[in-house]
Structure formats: structure tokens, C-alpha cells
């Protein structure tokens, strides 16, 4: 049996430091935010010949979208994003681009957002992961009314989880720095799912203390945890496995469209399974042993040797 | 084998069988094939506000239920077929419609397209000063009669004849004593002396009441046709009270001009040769635009602007316009298909390695799950978009994962020297709370996230997802509880199928 609970110091402190670098990433450089949260049009210029990219910034420049975003994607395409733009302005644009380049742009690929609905969607989305947050704690409070002191169990799952969502973020901010990605419905989507497995694994584990606490009262609750880690941990890693197998496989084969959501989940199967064993748990076994305040007094805690 | 555990087995061959059935035919209740959201067949998704302000208060619902009826009119006139169209909260309406371009898309559903005809109004005015390009104000002998907003036509004579083969209409932007100015001029090509005249409702009279003809008397038939020298035209047909209508302003108009206006746009301005009643054309259009307006013309004009709110601006356009690419869309699919069986091939490949027996049990139990899964889809039918096939994929990792947790408890239960039997029915009932509870929170999120998509209007994406997983998660607590302990209690009654290497390695 490994000792978990032995080693637990270190596992908070290693994960108080990833999302610490998260966070001051996330600070520095920020994650770029998809057209559904700014506002805005973007749109996919398509011509049959070659076209120079600096022309057509001079063109859009000239045509006084002077911060609009020009990015090539090939040699004949390009993604462009600028502020709300009209059908009139689209038509403009058009015209303005065939007499420029003697030939129409196939436009495709339309995303447009108006700046209010944008404004709404950012909030609504803040909205949704913070419900879904009381949602879960509240149902982890029934499920674990038998113990004493249910609400702990949910409180815990909700730290792991909060750890895994500034994870993601705080990866996806320094991937920003060199990648192209970007917070998007699909990122959100994302988000809420790594919610929810997380939760759903560290459900599992405290499923099985919840088990084990009733079956042998009187035992020490860091005894239990370990325990019923230990007995948990094939099904976690199987579990994590098989998702992460088929992340992969959306990762590598699927589509551009969903790339965003499946790096989320990827990062976030890893660290929700990780978090359940080196949260969630520990935090448990600190709060329910009432060393608290021992723990964040940087005393080592009362070491109780893993049995069996 | 039980009586019960017979029928048990029983129910799930049927319901593989129906559900493979479902699969394998090709329509199902007159739809062809699974039901494929824009991004995967292409399309335009438009969201679009309203404004109110010209409605009567206390009807604002039945106003936008009647503009979304009219949109549907329109979308099916055009000749495009299941077309999604969603009235959300209040005050917008949410519009897909596959195959079409942002372009077309929002001149089809975005314009209000109110239809009337105008005459001229007085002819008196003559243009005193050449214009040059650019120029936007006029000289006019007298501007009497001209009011901002008026429409006005250049190059016609004192007869009222067209007398050049060029013309120009413009809206007055505002009248100074004789001078005009105009939103706009292209006045270059006219000269001194050309007259300047406006367009006015052009009215007949039923039960003594003066009546501006509009689209509204218009009947709702009209289709694409060409002309004598192969353009495309539009013929349209008035009712009854139209054609009494008509046929007066025909007959008072003869030799003279008879203005189309689409939403105070001039699209076509022929001259009168007789008196006609019930039925007509417009032309000097591009074949596209003649559909266009044949299919709104049918559909009727709105009851109410469409557009996007900026703060207390009612702005032209879509709040939301978004526009996939057939192409890119046929692509999309055929990726995801393929990454989803590739992953869920490595999933069952890894079942049966590590579980062994039970594991390729819970890879039939998998089978069946997909088959149940995909014939509900069709069936109800859920719409496939790209996060939904990610959210297929997803479950059928949670799938997994309910039968990795009872698998696990009866490794444990054999361990403890229980007899295989009683193991499989321990490791079912040790594992329900952890299967119940974490499935539980995984739906909770679902509900959430359904939520969030009817909210962000935005995302027909964000719900197919939410939707897909939620159904995924019962459907597979029915495989794993149902399906997978059926197997496995049938397959202990095989002798040979009780060796306990077959369930740990």
C-alpha cells in the first residue's frame, strides 16, 4: 500500500505552486478571448490568387479598420477580425478588396458577435461555472449526510476543483503565449466538464472513506483516506486512462473546430484525477483531524503510519 | 436461468435489434438519415433582436410570433429545408438554416421587406444648375412639395417620361428654399434643365377610403421568371381588393412610371403602357436578388424591425451571425468520426487486456450502449454538431468508467474468496453509490451547461453538448447496471467461463 497521506505536505505545496505560476501568467499575459466575449466580426478571406498579406492590411487600414487582426492561414486565405461590422460594411470591404486585388474574396466562415450579446455571454458563462459549483457542493451535502460534518466532504471536492480550473487556466495562459488559443464557448464547455469530472473522481474516492468510515468507526481518518485511496486508485487511473485515450484520439484526428475544448479536457483529466488523491484528500484528512491550524502554522502535522 | 433473467435477456436482444433497425434504415419518421447541426453540413446562424417601438404595447409576443412565422415562410419559400428557427426570451429570434451563405442568410431573414408602390409627384421643379459628381445640393425653380425623406428621381421630363436611359433615385435629406440637399449624389451624369420630381404613395380608393397599395394585398404566389430577353423577373399576383387597387392607378398612370419600393429602396421604376389588375412584374434584378424577393414576398413584410441592440441603439444587422462552411463542415465530420472510433477501439482493446472476460463483456455492454445512444439521437432526433460528437466520445469514457468501478469491486469481492456468483452480485451493489453520486454531479453539470447555452444564445453548440452527455450518462447507468450484469450473470452459468483467470490477471 503507498502512503499518500504520508507525503501530503508536499503535494499541496507543489500544487499551491502550479497554480501560483498559473495565476501570475494568467496575470502577466492573460488568456486572448474568442469573439463570443468581445464582440465583433470575424471572417475567413478566400482568393483564387495569391495575395499579398501586407496589401491587404493597407487595404483595411485604408478603409479605416485600422485594428483589424490579419491572420494567413494559407496562401490565398486569411482569418480577419475586426470590430462589428454591418452588411453594408461587408459590401464595402468586397468591393473595395475586388478592385484592389481584381478579383471577389469568397468570404466564409462568418462569426459575427454584437459587443452587448458579447458582454452577456461572459457573464452568463461566470454564471453557469459558479452554479454548477453550488449545485455540486449541495448534492455532495445530501449524499454524505450519513457522516458527521457532510458539508466538509463537499467543501473539499470544491477546493480540488477550483485547483483543477486554475490549472487549466493557468496552462492554457502559458500556451497562449506561444499558441494560438483562445476562450470560446467550447473553452467554457470545456471548463464545466473538467468540473464535473473532477468532482465525479473525487466522488469516487470519498465514496469509498464514506464506506470505509462507516464500516470501521473509531479508526483514524488519515488510516482511512490512505486506505481508501489505495483501493480506489486502479479504478481512478483506469478511468483517467480510457478518457484520456479517447481525448487523444480527438486531439490528434478530430477536427480545428474543438481543439480548444479537448486540450482543456486533456489538462483537466490529469489534474482532476491528480487533485482528488493529493487535494481533496489531504485537505479532508487536515480538516477533519483538526489540524488545521497546526498545518497552515507550518508545523508538521501528527504523522500516523498507513496500515496494511 | 431464471424465468426473469430469460426475459431480461429477452428485452435487451429486442431493443439492440430495434435500435440497430433504427440505424440501418434510411428514413425515419421522413427524415433522411442523423439529424447534422451547421457546423458539420454548413450553414448560417443568425441571432437577432427586435425592437419593440413600433409595436403596440401589450402585443410584443404576438408581434415576434408573427415575424418568426413570416421568417419561416420566407426560409421555406427560398427552398431550404430543416431550418431551425427559436424565439429566446423576449426579445430574439435565433435563425439557422443550413447550406446558405452569412450574406444571403440575413438578407432573407434581416430585412423587413415591406413592398409598396409609389407615383410621381408633381413635375414642375426643373434642375437650374448642372451638377457635378459629388455635389449635394441642387438648385431647384421651386422646392415646394419636396419633403426630407422623399424619394426623388432625376431625368424625367415634364410628361413625366424617362428621358434619358440613365436615372437615379435619392432620398431629399433636407429642403432650403429652393436648394436640396441629398443623402448621397451621383448627379453626374444629368444636366441643366432636367426636371426633378418625388415619389408619393400611389392610392386607389375602395368603400371611399384612400389606400396606399402595399405588399399586403399581394397574393402569396409569386415566383422567378424571365423576360422576353432571358432576365429574371419576378411575377406576383394581387388579391382581390389589390387588384381593384391597381387596376385604378394603372389606368390613371398610363405613359407614366410606377415605382417598386422594397423598404423605401426603388428597385424598379417601368412605365405604365396599360391598365392592368391583378397581376405584374418587377424587374432589372440578378437572379439571386429575383428569389430573394420572390421568397419574401411570399413571406410578407415583418411586423417589426430586426437587428442588435448597442446600449438604447437599435442597430441594423445581426447580433450573432455565424457561418460554417459546407466544406469545412463535411471535413470536421468525417475527422471526428474517425477519431471517435480510433479512441473507442483503443478503450475496448484496453478493456479486454486488463479485465479480461469481464472486460470484453463490458465492451459488448459498449456496443450496445453506442448502438441505444445513436438510435436515440436519430430518433428524437438530437442534432449532431461537433461538440456533441465530443460529448458521444466523452460518455463513452464514463461509460467505461461505471463498469471499471463494478469490475474493480468484484476483483476485490474474489479476492476476499467469494464465490464468483456472489462477487458479481457484491461488486454491483458496492459499486452503485460511487456510480450514482458521480453520474449524479456529472448530470447536474449537464443542466447547468444546458442552461448556459439557451442563455448565451450563441451556442447551439454548447447545449448539443450538454444534451449528448446527459443522455449518454443514463443511457450508460442503464448498460452498466442492466446490460453488463445481465452478461455477467449469464456467463456464469458457462462452466467453462468460471475460471477465475478469466477475471484477474
Redesign the interface.
Known sequence: MIDFMGKKKWYLLGSGIITLVGIIFLLAFGIPRGI?FTGGTSM?LKFEQQVDQGALRGEFAGLGYTDAVIQKTSEDSFIIRTP?????E?ATIKSALTAKFGEEPA???????????AS??EG??A??VL??AI??VI??TW?FRKLMKPFRYGVCAIVALLHDVLVVLGVFAILSVGLNVEID??F??GI??V???S???T??VF??I??NTLKNPGVPIVTVVNYSIN??L??SL??S???L??????L???????QN??LV?LIGIITGTYSSISIASPLLVVWESGTFGRFFRRVIPRRVPARG | MGRRHKITLLIIAALVVFCVSVLAVDQVWGRQGMSLGL?LRGG?HL?Y?VDFSGVQAGSEKDAIEVARGIIEKRINRYGVSESTLQIIGNDRISVQIPGV???EA??LV?TVAELDFREMKGVDATLMEAATAGDTYINVSSAAGFAVNDTCVLGINSQGMVEKQYWEAKKVASVSGTNISFDSAIFSDHQAGEPLSAWIPATGTIDEEKIHLTGKYLLPNCYVGVDQTSLPIVNFEFNSDGAQLFSEITARLIGKPLGIFLDNDLISAPTVQSQISDKGIIEGMTLEEAKLLASQLNGGALPLPLG????DEF???????????AT?GA??LH??I???I???V??LL??IA?YRLPGLLACVALLVYGAILLAIFKLVPVTMT??SI?AF??S???A??AN??IF?RLK?EMRAGKPLGTAIELGFS?AW??IR??????L???I??Y??GT?????P??MG??LT?GIGVVVSMFTALIVTRIFLRTIVLIPLAKKSSLYRP
Open positions: 463570443e475567413t462589428l461590422l454591418s452588411d453594408q461587408v468570404i466564409t466562415d462568418v462569426y459575427a458577435v454584437s459587443p452587448a450579446v452577456e455571454i452568463n458563462a454564471i453557469a452554479v454548477a449545485g455540486i448534492y455532495m449524499a464557448a467550447m467554457i464547455t464545466l466538464t468540473i464535473g469530472y468532482v465525479n473522481d466522488v469516487v465514496d469509498r464514506r464506506e483501493e480506489t486502479a479504478r483506469n478511468t486512462l480510457t478518457t485515450f479517447v481525448v487523444l484520439a480527438l490528434l484526428l478530430g477536427g480545428a473546430t474543438i475544448f479537448v479536457m | 457546423d448560417t441571432v433582436e451563405t452569412a450574406e440575413t438578407k434581416g442588435h441592440w448597442e446600449g442597430l441594423a444587422g445581426p447580433a450573432v451571425a455565424q457561418n460554417v462552411d469545412l471535413d470536421s475527422k471526428s474517425i477519431a471517435g480510433v479512441g473507442l483503443i478503450v484496453f478493456m486488463y461537433l461538440a465530443a466520445v466523452l463513452i469514457g464514463m467505461v468508467d471499471v468501478l474493480e476485490e458496492r453509490p460511487a453520486d458521480s453520474n449524479i454531479t456529472t447536474i453539470t449537464c447547468i451547461l442552461w448556459f442563455k448565451i444564445i450563441a451556442a453548440l454548447v453538448f450538454a452527455l
